[in-house]
Structure formats: C-alpha cells, structure tokens
C-alpha cells in the first residue's frame, strides 16, 4: 500500500505562487504514474497533472504553461510548481498514486487563490 503525504497550501493572492509536495512511502519509479488532482465546491475531482515512471506528463488544459509537475527521486517526493494562480484555481489538491491499477490518494490540501 503506498501512503501520500502532501504538504503546500495556503492562501495566496491572484497572480502569485505556491509549491506543493507529495512524499509517497515507496521508491516513486516503482510507481506507475504520479500526479494532482484538485476538487472546488460543489464541483468532482479533476484532473490537474500526471507523471508516469518514465516522465511522461499530461497537464490539463487550464493549467498548461502555469503548472509544473517534477520528482525528487532521492526523497521520492512529486512537486507541483503552481505560477499565475487565478481564483478558479482555488480548490483541494490531492496526490494520487496509481500502482498495479490501484489509485493511492493523499489526505488533501487546501489552496485558496484570493485577494
């Protein structure tokens, strides 16, 4: 079982900056794919970004040029650079794991994007 920890959110005004961390239990290359999702009130969880055991990425469309997903192989830690943050980025991230066709969630942190 591949436990998540994430660590990031806050508050943060429209324009400005957040890095959030997801620190798996296991040797992140044994993982099939890492990645963000982020769900707002009242709305289902999407998709953010994606990382697979070799780097292939996929972003979402809202968020391509903004975000940036990268790994630290040494703390097997996934990163999630997040520039330009608009109000409509507010919302729970969560880290996701997906391993041998099993999906591992973080418990969730909160970004609020507003001034």
């Known amino acids: 079982q591949v436990q998540l920890v994430e660590s990031g959110g806050g508050l943060v005004q429209p324009g400005g900056s957040l890095r959030l961390s997801c620190a798996a239990s296991?040797?992140?290359?044994?993982?099939?794919?890492m990645g963000w999702y982020r769900q707002a009130p009242g709305k289902e969880r999407e998709l953010v970004v994606t990382i697979t055991s070799r780097g292939s990425t996929n972003y979402a469309d809202s968020v391509k040029g903004r975000f940036t997903i990268s790994r630290d192989i040494t703390k097997n830690t996934v990163y999630l650079r997040m520039n330009d943050l608009k109000p409509e980025d507010t919302a729970v991230y969560y880290c996701?794991?997906?391993?041998?066709?099993?999906?591992?969630w973080g418990q969730g942190t909160q970004v609020t994007v507003s001034s």
């Open positions: 996701n794991a997906r391993k041998r066709d099993v999906n591992y």
């Open positions: 296991e040797n992140i290359f044994s993982i099939n794919a």
